[in-house]
């Protein structure tokens, strides 16, 4: 995952491989490995929100990829989905997902900067893994908001750049990765460093408190900026992975509580950001 830029054809090769190869495109509700852990304690925290504070049904992705999160929304809250991306492939997936869902659901190709909808068309404005590819974070954030209706919710999850507990993590996932090139005897992969966020992986090290800043200026309030997932993704045999999920499944409380402190803590060790907020006015 080297060599990374947020640029459409290198976003259509990666759909494009996504599809050949259907790894991870599930909704996210597998329990039994850290990917699907992941999601579902993300999904399940979305969906809370928009359950309570949206005022109606309509949500907006943008930058669906294969559209996990208006899949599950449609599915398991009735939403109503539009999906967009500047992806044809990923769209496709998109499509497909929904039609094995047997849901309906509007896909457009289109720039998340400059939304082709008028202002205030949507109960819900999502996008999840895009903003941080940009170096301007404040234009998407502004664009979502403005085709929010108003007492609508905005919200986003972020992968950025940051030191995390994944930081520590790498190390094993070196030395796991060390030692199966050394017994393959493929030695000039042998003393590569894992990271999982590679040097060049372009995405942006905006602090938490950048984006909170642009949720408030782009017009939202009752701004929330956690730093959410306390558990790392490991390079364990496949019996450890067994364990490990276990583990961290039985720990879904304290993660629960781990992503919704705003502790100094967790924005240090956490892996991944949620921002969120409410077009004013509030809803009374
Ligand atoms: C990391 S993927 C995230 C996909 C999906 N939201 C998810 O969480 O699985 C980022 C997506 O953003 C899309 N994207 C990047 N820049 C975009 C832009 N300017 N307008 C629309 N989509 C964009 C890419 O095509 C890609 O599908």
Redesign the pocket.
């Known amino acids: 995952m080297t060599g990374i830029r947020?640029d459409?054809q290198w976003?259509n090769r990666f759909?494009d491989e996504k599809a050949r190869t259907r790894v991870g495109l599930e909704p996210g509700q597998d329990d039994s490995t850290w990917f699907g852990l992941v999601w579902s304690v993300a999904l399940e925290y979305l969906q809370d929100l928009f359950d309570r504070r949206a005022p109606g049904k309509s949500l907006l992705?943008?930058?669906?990829?294969?559209a996990?999160?208006s899949r599950h929304m449609a599915l398991s809250g009735g939403y109503d989905c539009t999906m967009?991306?500047?992806?044809r492939p990923?769209l496709q997936l998109a499509v497909s997902g929904f039609a094995e869902s047997g849901l309906p659901g509007r896909f457009l190709v289109?720039?998340?900067?400059h939304l082709c909808f008028e202002d205030g068309r949507f109960d819900v404005a999502y996008?999840?893994?895009?903003i941080e590819?940009f170096s301007d974070i404040r234009a998407p954030i502004r664009e979502m908001v403005r085709v929010l209706k108003p007492g609508g919710v905005f919200a986003a999850t972020i992968v950025p750049r940051k030191f995390s507990v994944q930081t520590i993590a790498d190390w094993e996932r070196t030395a796991a990765y060390s030692m199966n090139n050394i017994l393959k005897r493929n030695f000039r992969e042998a003393f590569k460093r894992a990271r999982s966020i590679p040097p060049d992986y372009a995405v942006s090290s905006a602090p938490l408190e950048g984006y909170v800043a642009a949720c408030r200026d782009a017009g939202l309030v009752d701004v929330v900026g956690l730093c959410a997932t306390p558990f790392p993704a490991l390079a364990l045999p496949r019996f450890g992975q067994k364990y490990y999920a276990r583990l961290m499944k039985a720990m879904k409380p304290a993660w629960r509580r781990f992503n919704r402190s705003q502790s100094r803590f967790s924005k240090r060790w956490g892996m991944s950001y949620v921002i969120h907020g409410i077009k004013g006015p509030l809803k009374p």
């Open positions: 947020n459409q976003w759909w992705e943008s930058g669906c990829g294969s996990r999160v967009l991306d500047y992806s990923a289109g720039d998340i900067n996008c999840g893994g895009v590819f």
